[in-house]
């Protein structure tokens, strides 16, 4: 139809109709995806041609002449057999190959990235940086850095689907996954739910705004009344009485509980078996399921938070945790996991201060930038103004 529709609107003298093949590009998977789809495409048509042809070409030159007529009888040709098994062989690996290499460009989660948490819920999505802003249903995001999700529902699976990144990936209860990308354009893309979640799926949508870096600070400081999602962490972590049992100064007496000073993307031995990388789920974990993975040394006696605590506010005592003894630097980085691989939360570390996002998200993350960037000067206090684009859901 809207072939059809470009054609006839060609025709009659309308300028710059593009025929809407795929999503625009904006991304930097965007182009390796649709390299990688153009090739299947050819591959497929070039067959399908080939096969088409030889089908008309074979049932003409062999069509029955004669009403009695017995083809001969036709033994198997080695040669044959070898080719077309190593021919289809050939396109088959470069295919898995291609496919592969462009799979973990986009699933492994590079370590230093703006962070930004994500919570799906039936129907919205929630989004919250580490300089607290908080959104539902829009993204604001720096043309060329790296921004890391760290993702989880409230209920029932979603997906997040940004078609003009090239980028989808379930979100599931219990549980953190993640998704990196880094934009190339500045605009509004579309951001879907993918996966069928109830009544309001179809409505459960919205932008991701990608925004020049001045823009975007501008965007940043105009959330002045927001609190950075570590300092959010920090108080629950008092208010709920973590702070009874867990030291988080560094060199402090232990407590009950392990210190968490310097604790995040660290490798933790835990009773009875082996070490855990203490990463997002690990934290999750021993929030909800204390008894699940206990370090080794201390007594099995936290209570569980299970029901007491949002997915928002897990992920607020996360950045909480992982802000104790980072250098404010961003330069984090650290850990001992690499890569993390895979679409469910690998070792991931460090990731970018709350302090560094905020005064300048490029410098850290984007390859383009590298470290010669111009140094912005980091934003005077959070001052109290209400922000106008936070909404606290
Ligand atoms: Cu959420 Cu579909």
New binding site residues.
């Given amino acids: 139809m809207s072939l059809i529709g470009a054609m006839l609107l060609t025709q009659v003298g309308v300028p710059q109709v593009t025929v809407p093949f795929a999503p625009e590009q904006a991304s930097t998977f965007a182009p390796h995806v649709d390299a990688l789809y153009a090739y299947l495409l050819a591959i497929t048509v070039f067959f399908s041609t080939l096969i088409t042809l030889l089908l008309i070409f074979f049932a003409v030159k062999y069509r029955r002449r004669q009403p009695d007529e017995v083809p001969r009888p036709r033994h198997g040709s080695m040669l044959l057999e070898v080719t077309w098994t190593i021919i289809p062989l050939m396109i088959a690996m470069t295919i898995f190959v291609w496919g592969a290499s462009t799979y973990f460009k986009a699933y492994r989660i590079p370590k230093q990235a703006m962070e930004v948490y994500v919570v799906?819920k039936?129907?919205m999505w929630k989004f919250q940086h580490q300089t607290g802003q908080r959104e539902i249903n829009e993204l604001h995001v720096p043309v060329g850095a790296r921004v890391k999700l760290t993702m989880t529902t409230e209920d029932?699976i979603?997906?997040l689907y940004v078609p003009a990144f090239r980028i989808k990936q379930d979100v599931v209860p219990g549980r953190y996954t993640q998704l990196w990308f880094e934009a190339t354009k500045p605009g509004s893309y579309y951001l879907f739910?993918?996966?069928?979640?109830?009544t309001n799926?179809s409505g459960?949508g919205g932008h991701v705004i990608v925004m020049e870096p001045t823009a975007y600070q501008q965007w940043l400081a105009g959330g002045t009344g927001a609190e950075s999602a570590a300092s959010q962490g920090q108080k629950l972590f008092q208010e709920r009485g973590c702070a009874s049992c867990h030291q988080t100064e560094p060199g402090g007496q232990q407590g009950r509980g392990p210190t968490l000073y310097g604790l995040f993307g660290r490798q933790q031995a835990v009773t009875g078996d082996g070490t855990v990388t203490v990463d997002e789920a690990y934290i999750r974990e021993s929030v909800l399921d204390p008894q699940a993975k206990v370090s080794l040394g201390f007594q099995p006696i936290m209570p569980t938070f299970r029901g007491q605590l949002n997915e928002e506010q897990i992920l607020q005592l996360i950045a909480y945790v992982r802000s104790l003894g980072q250098p404010a630097g961003g330069e984090s980085g650290g850990g001992a996991g690499a890569g993390g691989g895979g679409t469910t939360t690998g070792p991931t570390t460090g990731g970018v201060s709350p302090t560094t996002q905020r005064s300048n998200p490029l410098a850290p993350t984007s390859p383009r930038q590298g470290g010669a960037s111009p140094q912005l000067p980091p934003r005077p206090g959070g001052g109290a103004a209400a922000n106008a684009n936070t909404r606290t859901p």
Avoid at 193 to 198: K, N, S, V
């Fill in positions: 799906g039936q129907w029932v979603h997906s739910c993918a996966e069928y979640c109830g799926h459960m």
